[in-house]
């Protein structure tokens, strides 16, 4: 199917729910438009609210938990895909691709917090800092007791000579760390840096 009657098949079964919201075979029509567009992030949602359709309306299924896993899988694979071709760009010292390539795998799927905190780190290392601060405070939103980002959110406010919130940054990772039993990675010697910065930005 091309991708003009990929996107219009979208179009129908969108209007359609629109008329009949809970409708599970629309769900699934919608669903199979986004899988061949390769939007498997909406696919997923998609097939899912048909799944759930069905258990609240009593319907038969339709199958339709198998392609749900597939478009998991093909998210996933995608995903994979990105995060390598990021990941050889860096090995190339070529940061910027590294960053458009981990952008697009966010755009599949934003509810990984690995991704953004690759982000942050490219971006910390291309001296980015509010973008590198960004990332990992949304990737805290999503996985809070990385101690890892923590360390990133804290080194993007040192870079932005916020010190006092960078103290309290890395105080949560060294936090994270001690919970999780994770390496600390020799965050104590850029907290009492921060802190010495901090005294002298107030003097």
């Not at 996107?7 to 899988?35: H, I, N, V």
């Not at 010292?93 to 917090?113: E, F, M, S």
């Not at 994770?182 to 965050?187: H, I």
């Amino acid at each position: 199917m091309s991708i003009g009657k990929c996107t219009d098949a979208l179009a129908d079964a969108e209007t359609g729910l629109e008329r009949r919201p809970g409708w599970a075979k629309l769900y699934s029509r919608k669903a199979t438009a986004l899988d061949a567009l390769q939007r498997y992030n909406e696919a997923i949602e998609a097939w899912r609210a048909a799944v759930d359709a069905e258990d609240q309306t009593g319907t038969p299924e339709g199958g339709w938990v198998e392609p749900l896993k597939l478009a998991e899988q093909a998210l996933a694979n995608k995903v994979d895909q990105l995060k390598k071709q990021a990941a050889e760009a860096l090995s190339k010292g070529r940061v910027d691709q590294a960053v458009q390539a981990y952008t697009h795998a966010i755009d599949l799927d934003d509810k990984n917090a690995t991704l953004f905190s690759n982000r942050s780190a490219a971006y910390l290392s291309l001296g980015e800092y509010v973008e590198a601060l960004g990332d990992a405070e949304t990737g805290l939103k999503l996985r809070n007791d990385w101690a890892k980002l923590h360390g990133r959110k804290a080194t993007a406010l040192d870079g932005l000579c916020r010190y006092s919130e960078s103290i309290k940054a890395w105080r949560a990772a060294i936090d994270a760390a001690d919970q999780t039993g994770s390496p600390e990675e020799g965050w104590q010697v850029p907290l009492k840096l921060a802190e010495h910065k901090l005294v002298e930005q107030v003097e």
